[in-house]
């Protein structure tokens, strides 16, 4: 008899900066019709800012999540330029992506700063979708552990009592998001697991095992089942295979038919 999976899979859109009002618009009246029939996955959209406020609105009553890309662990003030984690609930998002790559290359996002954040997402009821992952240059140094480990114990420690189910790590190598170059699936599962482990040695087991952890990197349809078939995966962060509404369907419909229970 097939393992039951104890975790819900997550498939995640990652719109990046894309999509105007009007594309968001026609994205998700396109999308919903097609995955009313997925069951047993959960769905976000992390949106941009502009056009979030109308994809929150559009998905009010669906169980689809709308999701921010960034938000700033301050409530209001002067912080010209920042969003807080109240003025996203207000909109209606539940989740928000914590320390992408991009925002921690481009945008020099410290670990502190994404500790932070995600501590501030948790307290205030969000879910924070946290990403780690390493450059092509620390993974030929033999560095893939030292700096995923660093980012997500830096993480762990800034937070207070939770549960597992409060957190959604994101395993992202930084060499296969936009390229093609997918991790293999082992290479997939062989850092997801160690996240797992770690998360068990700072937390406890039970706490490890509610942590959701998915992988991003170049998904797309004719890779995520291999992907999702690993032990550790729980599913997918998706950058350029989700920018189209009937390629991103058909990721969720195959997570929702992967769910080996
Ligand atoms: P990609 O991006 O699917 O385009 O590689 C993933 C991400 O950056 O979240």
């Known amino acids: 008899m097939a393992e039951q999976r104890v975790r819900r899979p997550m498939m995640a859109a990652n719109w990046k900066m894309n999509k105007l009002v009007r594309e968001a618009q026609e994205y998700v009246s396109q999308l919903l019709p097609r995955i009313e029939n997925a069951e047993g996955v959960d769905v976000a959209i992390f ?14 009553d669906t169980p689809v999540v709308a999701g921010a890309q960034n938000l700033y662990y301050e409530d209001s003030g002067a912080f010209t330029g920042e969003v807080s984690a109240l003025m996203l609930q207000d909109i209606g998002a539940g989740a928000v992506l914590v320390g992408h790559s991009e925002r921690r290359e481009i945008f020099g996002e410290s670990d502190e700063l994404v500790a932070r954040k995600t501590a501030r997402a948790v307290e205030a009821g969000m879910l924070p979708v946290v990403c780690v992952g390493e450059t092509q240059e620390e ?5 893939m552990w030292e700096k995923c480990s660093r980012q997500v114990q830096r993480v762990i420690e800034e937070l207070g009592e939770l549960n597992g189910e409060s957190i959604v790590f994101a395993y992202e190598p930084i060499w296969a998001i936009g390229t093609g170059a997918t991790a293999s699936p082992e290479d997939a599962q062989d850092a997801i697991g160690q996240i797992r482990g770690l998360l068990g040695e700072l937390r406890g087991e039970e706490f490890a095992e ?5 992988y991003g990197g170049s998904i ?11 032990t550790d995966v729980d599913g997918g962060l998706v950058g350029g295979a989700s920018l189209e509404a009937n390629t991103f369907a058909e990721l969720v419909n195959g997570a929702a038919n992967h769910k080996d229970s």
């Open 47 to 60: 949106a941009p800012f502009t056009s979030l406020v109308e994809v929150a609105r559009m998905i009010r």
């Open 139 to 143: 993974r030929d140094a033999g560095e």
């Open 210 to 214: 509610g942590v959701r952890i998915l």
């Open 220 to 230: 797309k349809p004719g890779n995520v089942g291999e992907i999702m078939a690993q």
